[in-house]
């Protein structure tokens, strides 16, 4: 497709639960972020990826939260053992060259999760 | 610690008229600084950017200016048009290396009316 894509769109889990989010960046983009946005906040940085290489991952909040991009495309964020402060809109982003230089930030529409 | 603010949770403005959206920051550190706006249901989209070593950018409806001395930024929208309902987040950056994640503020819902 033309732009970031999400998938699920919603996501409702029972606590405890394990999750995961795709994200399809643009096609050729090397620099994929993640950012987490609770309700009335701003997003947050999780973590960016240049190409497959994971270089930051310093707003991951806990060791529940992994991220990988194994083939510098795709990529999946996995929440283990869900708790109700996970739940979210979960931001990808990506851009054509490193770290979303001049702005060239593209973001997908979101994942909301729900922790029940 | 918050350190990209927009004290402003709503705005309701006119169409036709100004608006204006302010952010402030408090780490000198950042040098580049970026408005993006959202719709409902969708994901952020970049509306423009200044460089710290700019006080003044434009690009037709919209001009960012930054007061690097008094760490803030506005947002002006001249004319406002209902199209331009939406929240707007005021986001800085540090350096231009990898890794330069955005800091965002918590946004501000702008309401344009008829």
């Known amino acids: 497709g033309a732009g970031v894509s999400q998938s699920p769109r919603y996501k409702v889990a029972k606590r405890g639960q394990d999750v995961a989010l795709r994200c399809d960046p643009i096609s050729g983009h090397v620099s994929l972020f993640w950012y987490q946005q609770a309700l009335g906040q701003g997003p947050e940085f999780l973590t960016y990826f240049q190409n497959e290489a994971q270089l930051d991952k310093s707003g991951l909040p806990s060791d529940r939260f992994f991220a990988e991009r194994p083939e510098g495309s795709v990529s999946t964020l996995k929440i283990q053992r869900t708790q109700q402060e996970d739940s979210a809109v979960y931001l990808c982003a990506s851009s054509r060259g490193l770290a979303g230089i001049d702005g060239e930030l593209f973001f997908g529409e979101g994942s909301r999760l729900t922790v029940l | 610690d918050q350190q990209v603010k927009q004290n402003s949770p709503s705005l309701s403005v006119q169409e036709g008229r100004i608006s204006i959206l302010n952010c402030d920051y408090t780490?000198?550190?950042?040098?580049?600084f970026l408005w993006y706006k959202k719709y409902p249901a969708e994901g952020p989209t970049f509306l423009i950017s200044i460089s710290s070593i700019k006080d003044k950018n434009e690009d037709g409806r919209f001009t960012v200016f930054l007061n690097k001395s008094a760490k803030h930024l506005s947002l002006h929208i001249v004319p406002s048009q209902p199209g331009d309902s939406a929240v707007y987040f005021c986001a800085a950056r540090r350096g231009t290396g990898t890794a330069s994640k955005l800091t965002f503020g918590t946004g501000t819902r702008l309401q344009v009316t008829l």
């Open positions: 780490n000198s550190m950042f040098d580049y």
